[in-house]
């Protein structure tokens, strides 16, 4: 039976519904809309005394007492949820909220005690985590065996779980101090559910409703649902309250898998949303869920038929042409079309489409709103076909310019492309956002791992996997793995990407995954040199010129060596990711003197953990306390685990995608300063920075005395299309789009020590459009001009 305690604190639910409402402890939301739960305290620092909240609230007399000198800021938040504790700059707390989420997901979470596990305590201490050589699963009583690599022998460790929560569980060694938290997932739910049952009593009706909602809080719905079952025929007395707990549970189980269902039909996996939703038609569902899935259903079914009617309607508006010669000129159109219609490009022919039940149309000026609307998008399409067959005159030409390794050929073609009468620069920016992919990945399939050379001089090898439905007509978030020692590329990947059978990773998420050979194989640390940079950078390159890459999704992350790794990557070029996310790595080195670059991206950090003499590193603390304590600036969270120090936290893998799922790279910045202590690591949004004057070796070299000054790149452009930047480098290549200055009016240009501003009118081209995509591969941050000074 469950502790009294615990009984106590669900009594409130019986009489009225399972599900209430009461809330103990914090519920924090921040402004990236992560919430957390658990004790609300604050800090001055991570090496300060954590104090509560009340403590931001001195008394007159301490206000007195302070009148002389000012208070200690408290700008840190930590959140303590028994197994991990957060860090947060309290800036970053979204107070308009009210601190709460409405319905199931702000009840506080259910927690299952387990009997008091029998000790034998010999004095031992873990204070790291060391390798481990076995472990077994846990048994039905909650209690396992790991193995554990010393410096002098094999370690046996006894664990038993002390405690169970929805989406963890309490662990503690009883033959050595040492208490940790794993998550729930890691415990298969045919172990989990008897271990549970056997703590509850079967006349114990509190005890068995707030097992039902355990398991709606943990998503084990099938066993929710099979537990009414059970107490609905062992306590027929509580049938009322069973049925409306039944209909709760309802709800909020559809709410969920509807939630699932978008995520999928996101990442344009259609064809699992529709195998999706005809499998939850035999599911439990309120009629408004049952509703939304059947419209699903029905919507896929639609879509299908309107793929057939667009294919007809092409057939018969081209016959209606009575143009012999233009009709040939489309046929190589249709083709693609009818090869590549589907429910992800289906939208692009919205405009034709929407044309058909307006009789002012033309056959000529149907079939231009559908050819142009397939390469330009539909809001962007004309009835003009005589424009539209210049438009994909120009996609082929921007084709095979972008194709082609001889300059000659892509010189020639680029000056075709500028020579085609009504294309403007404008309209190859739009139309290469629908392009294929610049290079071939035919050969490579969903669902298994390739490994991959990069184009160039110096071919680089990356391990990537793709989704499940990918197609290169859709777009994805990218996310590039920098492998821990020890790991192979492959490894890593793995360890994201998971199989077709797990929704909660890259597989099902939609996210390609990649892992560049950024380090030599036997390496066991970062060593911070330029080469992991440019290797990292060039199969970003090459992965966005391969596949449908969204570059505005691309989140970088690293384990262990691979965590350093993604700290100095990331700082040194930020604006290239929507997030960094390190796991167990170290701020140290370059990120010392370059952390402020850190606000132009979100950050995730997994620390290294506390040991089980609640110590944490604090290697890390001097760029860690900076970005917490300018929290106005940054989008940074820290986790820490408790009595895991320095293990594997893989398992947390599906919380990490739920935090990039809402995270998204930042709008080009009309004004930004970024500092960099390397000549590599020169070019930031809009600039690049040639010449810079050093190049610092950090850690450094014994015996070498040096004083870090890091350079600096501050640049903006005024309202009054003003384009300033101040560096000490040597020259500038500055690129420009319709976002960043207008086209039509002079520019006012100063570069670096220039004595002079000047004043000049440029002017858009469609070269610089092509070339900065064949470079870059970056489709969402086109230039329309560039100037080098």
């Given at each position: 039976m469950f502790r009294r305690s615990w009984i106590g604190g669900l009594a409130i639910l019986v009489g009225s519904a399972v599900f209430g409402s009461s809330i103990t402890g914090a519920e924090i939301r921040l402004k990236n809309g992560t919430t957390l739960r658990g004790q609300f305290l604050v800090m001055s620092s991570l090496g300060g005394r954590a104090v509560g909240e009340e403590a931001l609230r001195p008394s007159e007399e301490e206000l007195k007492r302070e009148k002389d000198r000012g208070p200690t800021p408290h700008n840190i938040g930590r959140i303590d949820n028994g197994w991990?504790?957060?860090?947060?700059?309290?800036?970053?707390?979204?107070?308009?909220?009210?601190?709460?989420?409405?319905?199931?997901?702000?009840?506080?979470?259910?927690?299952?005690?387990?009997?008091?596990?029998?000790?034998?305590?010999?004095?031992?201490?873990?204070?790291?985590?060391?390798?481990?050589?076995?472990?077994?699963?846990?048994?039905?009583?909650?209690?396992?065996?790991?193995?554990?690599?010393?410096?002098?022998?094999?370690?046996?460790?006894?664990?038993?779980?002390?405690?169970?929560?929805?989406?963890?569980?309490?662990?503690?060694?009883?033959?050595?101090?040492?208490?940790?938290?794993?998550?729930?997932?890691?415990?298969?739910?045919?172990?989990?559910?008897?271990?549970?049952?056997?703590q509850v009593k079967r006349d114990d009706a509190v005890a068995r409703f707030a097992l039902v909602r355990f398991y709606s809080q943990a998503e084990h719905y099938p066993q929710a649902f099979a537990e009414l079952d059970a107490i609905e025929k062992d306590l027929p007395e509580r049938k009322e309250l069973v049925d409306k707990s039944r209909e709760e549970l309802m709800n909020y189980f559809g709410d969920r898998i509807l939630r699932r269902l978008e995520r999928r039909k996101r990442a344009g996996q259609f064809e699992l949303a529709d195998a999706f939703a005809r499998k939850l038609l035999s599911q439990p569902l309120t009629g408004t869920v049952m509703q939304k899935v059947r419209q699903t259903i029905q919507e896929h079914e639609q879509a299908r038929r309107t793929i057939d009617q667009a294919k007809l309607l092409l057939s018969e508006w081209q016959a209606k042409l009575n143009d012999e010669e233009t009709a040939e000129k489309l046929q190589p159109l249709r083709s693609e079309i009818n090869e590549q219609l589907s429910m992800g490009t289906l939208p692009r022919l919205d405009a034709f489409?929407?044309?058909?039940?307006?009789?002012?149309?033309?056959?000529?000026?149907?079939?231009?709103?559908?050819?142009?609307?397939?390469?330009?998008?539909?809001?962007?399409?004309?009835?003009?076909?005589?424009?539209?067959l210049r438009i994909w005159e120009a996609r082929n030409i921007a084709i095979d310019a972008l194709r082609s390794d001889d300059i000659g050929i892509q010189a020639d073609k680029i000056d075709q492309l500028k020579k085609l009468e009504s294309v403007s620069p404008q309209t190859v920016l739009k139309l290469v956002a629908q392009l294929p992919?610049?290079?071939?990945?035919?050969?490579?399939?969903?669902?298994?791992?390739?490994?991959?050379?990069?184009?160039?001089?110096?071919?680089?090898?990356?391990?990537?996997?793709?989704?499940?439905?990918?197609?290169?007509?859709?777009?994805?978030?990218?996310?590039?793995?920098?492998?821990?020692?020890?790991?192979?590329?492959?490894?890593?990947?793995?360890?994201?990407?998971?199989?077709?059978?797990?929704?909660?990773?890259?597989?099902?998420?939609?996210?390609?995954?990649?892992?560049?050979?950024?380090?030599?194989?036997?390496?066991?640390?970062?060593?911070?040199?330029?080469?992991?940079?440019?290797?990292?950078?060039?199969?970003?390159?090459?992965?966005?010129?391969?596949?449908?890459?969204?570059?505005?999704?691309?989140?970088?992350?690293?384990?262990?060596?691979g965590g350093d790794a993604a700290f100095d990557i990331g700082l040194s070029h930020p604006d290239e990711f929507a997030g960094v996310l390190p796991i167990g790595g170290n701020a140290v080195n370059y990120c010392v003197y370059n952390w402020q670059n850190g606000s132009h991206t979100a950050w995730y950090v997994v620390g290294k953990g506390y040991d089980s003499k609640d110590n944490r590193d604090p290697s890390s603390n001097l760029v860690f306390d900076n970005m917490l304590i300018r929290g106005s600036r940054f989008d940074f969270m820290l986790v820490e685990y408790l009595g895991r120090n320095g293990e594997n936290l893989f398992d947390e893998c599906s919380k990490l995608f739920d935090w990039m799922d809402t995270h998204v790279r930042r709008p080009m910045p009309k004004e930004f300063e970024v500092r960099t202590l390397r000549k590599g690591d020169n070019r930031f949004f809009w600039v690049?920075?040639?010449?810079?004057?050093?190049?610092?070796?950090?850690?450094?070299?014994?015996?070498?005395?040096?004083?870090?000054?890091?350079?600096?790149?501050?640049?903006?452009?005024?309202?009054?299309?003003?384009?300033?930047?101040?560096?000490?480098?040597?020259?500038?290549?500055?690129?420009?789009?319709?976002?960043?200055?207008?086209?039509?009016?002079?520019?006012?240009?100063?570069?670096?020590?220039?004595?002079?501003?000047?004043?000049?009118?440029?002017?858009?081209?469609?070269?610089?459009v092509i070339e900065e995509l064949r470079q870059r591969g970056d489709r969402n941050r086109l230039p329309l001009a560039v100037i080098t000074r």
């Amino acid at each position: 039976m469950f502790r009294r305690s615990w009984i106590g604190g669900l009594a409130i639910l019986v009489g009225s519904a399972v599900f209430g409402s009461s809330i103990t402890g914090a519920e924090i939301r921040l402004k990236n809309g992560t919430t957390l739960r658990g004790q609300f305290l604050v800090m001055s620092s991570l090496g300060g005394r954590a104090v509560g909240e009340e403590a931001l609230r001195p008394s007159e007399e301490e206000l007195k007492r302070e009148k002389d000198r000012g208070p200690t800021p408290h700008n840190i938040g930590r959140i303590d949820n028994g197994w991990q504790r957060i860090y947060f700059p309290l800036l970053q707390r979204d107070v308009s909220s009210g601190g709460q989420a409405a319905g199931l997901a702000s009840q506080n979470p259910v927690a299952i005690p387990m009997p008091p596990p029998r000790r034998s305590d010999q004095g031992l201490v873990v204070s790291t985590f060391g390798s481990i050589a076995d472990v077994t699963p846990f048994d039905e009583y909650g209690r396992r065996r790991l193995k554990i690599v010393t410096p002098k022998k094999m370690m046996d460790v006894f664990q038993s779980i002390t405690e169970v929560h929805p989406d963890h569980v309490l662990v503690e060694s009883t033959n050595c101090n040492w208490k940790l938290g794993l998550p729930l997932k890691t415990i298969p739910i045919e172990t989990l559910e008897p271990m549970l049952k056997m703590q509850v009593k079967r006349d114990d009706a509190v005890a068995r409703f707030a097992l039902v909602r355990f398991y709606s809080q943990a998503e084990h719905y099938p066993q929710a649902f099979a537990e009414l079952d059970a107490i609905e025929k062992d306590l027929p007395e509580r049938k009322e309250l069973v049925d409306k707990s039944r209909e709760e549970l309802m709800n909020y189980f559809g709410d969920r898998i509807l939630r699932r269902l978008e995520r999928r039909k996101r990442a344009g996996q259609f064809e699992l949303a529709d195998a999706f939703a005809r499998k939850l038609l035999s599911q439990p569902l309120t009629g408004t869920v049952m509703q939304k899935v059947r419209q699903t259903i029905q919507e896929h079914e639609q879509a299908r038929r309107t793929i057939d009617q667009a294919k007809l309607l092409l057939s018969e508006w081209q016959a209606k042409l009575n143009d012999e010669e233009t009709a040939e000129k489309l046929q190589p159109l249709r083709s693609e079309i009818n090869e590549q219609l589907s429910m992800g490009t289906l939208p692009r022919l919205d405009a034709f489409l929407k044309a058909e039940n307006d009789k002012q149309y033309d056959p000529s000026q149907r079939l231009g709103l559908a050819y142009s609307g397939w390469v330009l998008g539909s809001a962007n399409a004309t009835p003009d076909l005589s424009q539209t067959l210049r438009i994909w005159e120009a996609r082929n030409i921007a084709i095979d310019a972008l194709r082609s390794d001889d300059i000659g050929i892509q010189a020639d073609k680029i000056d075709q492309l500028k020579k085609l009468e009504s294309v403007s620069p404008q309209t190859v920016l739009k139309l290469v956002a629908q392009l294929p992919p610049i290079l071939d990945a035919s050969e490579i399939r969903p669902g298994a791992i390739h490994q991959v050379t990069t184009t160039g001089i110096e071919g680089r090898s990356y391990a990537v996997a793709l989704p499940a439905e990918y197609s290169p007509l859709h777009t994805y978030p990218l996310l590039i793995v920098l492998r821990a020692r020890q790991r192979t590329i492959e490894q890593a990947v793995q360890a994201w990407t998971g199989d077709l059978q797990d929704p909660d990773l890259g597989s099902q998420r939609g996210y390609i995954v990649i892992a560049p050979d950024y380090a030599d194989a036997n390496q066991d640390e970062y060593t911070y040199g330029t080469p992991a940079h440019q290797y990292v950078l060039d199969c970003l390159v090459d992965a966005r010129k391969r596949f449908a890459v969204d570059s505005d999704h691309v989140f970088l992350t690293g384990h262990g060596m691979g965590g350093d790794a993604a700290f100095d990557i990331g700082l040194s070029h930020p604006d290239e990711f929507a997030g960094v996310l390190p796991i167990g790595g170290n701020a140290v080195n370059y990120c010392v003197y370059n952390w402020q670059n850190g606000s132009h991206t979100a950050w995730y950090v997994v620390g290294k953990g506390y040991d089980s003499k609640d110590n944490r590193d604090p290697s890390s603390n001097l760029v860690f306390d900076n970005m917490l304590i300018r929290g106005s600036r940054f989008d940074f969270m820290l986790v820490e685990y408790l009595g895991r120090n320095g293990e594997n936290l893989f398992d947390e893998c599906s919380k990490l995608f739920d935090w990039m799922d809402t995270h998204v790279r930042r709008p080009m910045p009309k004004e930004f300063e970024v500092r960099t202590l390397r000549k590599g690591d020169n070019r930031f949004f809009w600039v690049t920075a040639n010449g810079l004057a050093r190049d610092y070796i950090l850690p450094a070299p014994p015996g070498a005395a040096q004083r870090v000054i890091p350079m600096e790149v501050d640049a903006r452009i005024t309202p009054g299309n003003t384009l300033i930047v101040k560096s000490a480098a040597a020259g500038f290549t500055v690129r420009l789009s319709p976002e960043l200055i207008d086209f039509d009016k002079k520019v006012v240009m100063k570069l670096g020590n220039q004595s002079k501003s000047e004043n000049i009118f440029l002017k858009p081209d469609a070269g610089v459009v092509i070339e900065e995509l064949r470079q870059r591969g970056d489709r969402n941050r086109l230039p329309l001009a560039v100037i080098t000074r």
